[in-house]
């Protein structure tokens, strides 16, 4: 039964990563038990300790890094949608890339969107097993207004 209002939308942030492919799933299986709209956000940045994410052959060094991070965003959906068929909400997905600092962009899209919920995987595209809580992870919860969901894979998928 609604109740008149519309509901905010559940953001997901993903960077391609195992952590994000796991975000990703509970916020779709969250969405619809919410009866929300998903958005899923991917923040295009080439950090200093990952530099060249964005080129994966010689010809990607003349191309726009936001052109190169939307044909892995969509690489990343259809590989989604392919591992898990039976997850409608990934047959036609609302997205959004926009360009940044991580965290930041996060949050800032969560208020501009008025999101009701963000979810993130615990760590991103490095991946150090040292790391508990990546440091985007851990800043969106520190700053973000809304609940932030963080998202860990089990060392047992980690491995497989």
Same mark, same amino acid.
């Given at each position: 039964?609604?109740?008149?209002? /519309?509901?905010?939308?559940?953001? *997901? ?7 994000? /492919?796991?975000?990703? &799933? ?7 038990l919410m009866a929300a709209p998903l958005l899923i956000l991917h923040?295009? #940045? ?20 936001? /052109?190169?991070?939307? /044909?892995?965003?969509?690489?990343? &959906? ?8 039976? *997850?409608?909400v990934l047959s036609s997905p609302n997205k959004l890339q926009v ?6 962009r996060i949050v800032e899209m969560a208020e501009k969107k008025n999101?009701? #919920?963000?979810?993130?995987?615990? =760590?991103? =595209?490095?991946?150090?097993? #040292? ?9 969106? *919860? ?19």
């Open positions: 039964m609604s109740d008149g209002r /519309e509901k905010k939308p559940v953001i *997901v942030a993903v960077d391609f990563s195992p952590d994000s /492919e796991a975000a990703l &799933l509970w916020a779709c299986g969250y969405a619809e923040v295009v #940045h080439d950090p200093a300790y990952a530099p060249g994410f964005y080129r994966k052959d010689e010809t990607d060094w003349s191309r726009l890094m936001s /052109e190169i991070a939307k /044909e892995m965003f969509e690489e990343f &959906l259809d590989g989604m949608r392919s591992r898990h068929a039976g *997850v409608a360009i940044g600092l991580p965290a930041s999101a009701g #919920h963000i979810v993130m995987g615990s =760590r991103g =595209r490095t991946g150090l097993p #040292h790391i508990l809580l990546g440091s985007v992870a851990e800043r969106v *919860v520190q700053t973000a207004r809304q609940p932030v969901t963080v998202i860990k894979v089990s060392e047992v998928n980690e491995k497989s």
